[in-house]
């Protein structure tokens, strides 16, 4: 059977994975903690780059945006999770997982600034509309151009998940916290059209790189 799917998937590229978590109130030292989970993610292979943010309204809620070399490693390191020292600290400092999703990306524009630690970045998880083949495109397009003209804005990184059929993500750098966001634009028919594409947002939040995150690298994907 055809994929629906309107972005294809490159299985030899670099694919990401999201995952947003409650971390628990013991956890005191944030450096330590992204350090201790850095040193682990080395050992596993396939692993590239990690940045970590944490949450503009929650201080226990924490981002991770991590580039795998491959979709089949992205794949393969779930089981890294499921053992060892990697579930040991998850086990012993994460308190509930709200989202985990790998994806591979198809889109990059703008360009962030160096450890943009004071800029707001947004995250949008959601589907679209089953069935919409090369439509879809056409819209995103359109939608795409419109966001770009947006004045805060900075950068953007889009992907298309890695196994569930419809479902992308958006990465979005914004300069300021006062005007950001998709919702800004809500009233453009180029914006309309987009949205009413989309069959739900399971997931929408804004966060910041944390200032401890001194191994901050976008790797390769950037």
Not at 15 to 42: F, K, P, R
Not at 121 to 149: C, N, W
């Amino acid at each position: 059977m055809q994929s629906e799917d309107p972005i294809s998937i490159d299985q030899t590229s670099p694919a990401l994975e999201v995952a947003v978590y409650q971390i628990s109130g013991e956890l005191q030292d944030s450096a330590l903690w992204i350090d201790h989970v850095n040193q682990l993610l080395q050992k596993v292979p396939g692993f590239m780059s990690r940045v970590v943010h944490r949450s503009l309204s929650s201080k226990s809620t924490w981002m991770d945006l991590i580039q795998w070399d491959s979709p089949k490693s992205a794949a393969l390191s779930r089981k890294a999770f499921s053992n060892g020292a990697l579930k040991q600290l998850h086990d012993t400092f994460v308190t509930s997982v709200e989202l985990r999703k790998q994806f591979r990306p198809y889109l990059q524009c703008g360009m962030p600034p160096n450890l943009p630690l004071e800029k707001t970045i947004e995250l949008a998880v959601y589907r679209v509309q089953p069935g919409l083949g090369e439509s879809y495109t056409k819209v995103f397009d359109k939608m795409h151009k419109v966001l770009q003209s947006h004045p805060s804005f900075l950068y953007r990184q889009c992907g298309k998940a890695l196994v569930e059929a419809q479902w992308y993500m958006d990465y979005i750098f914004w300069e300021d916290s006062a005007s950001h966001s998709l919702a800004s634009f809500e009233r453009r028919p180029e914006m309309k059209a987009f949205f009413d594409m989309i069959y739900d947002v399971p997931y929408f939040h804004h966060f910041r790189i944390v200032p401890e995150n001194q191994s901050y690298s976008f790797g390769g994907f950037i």
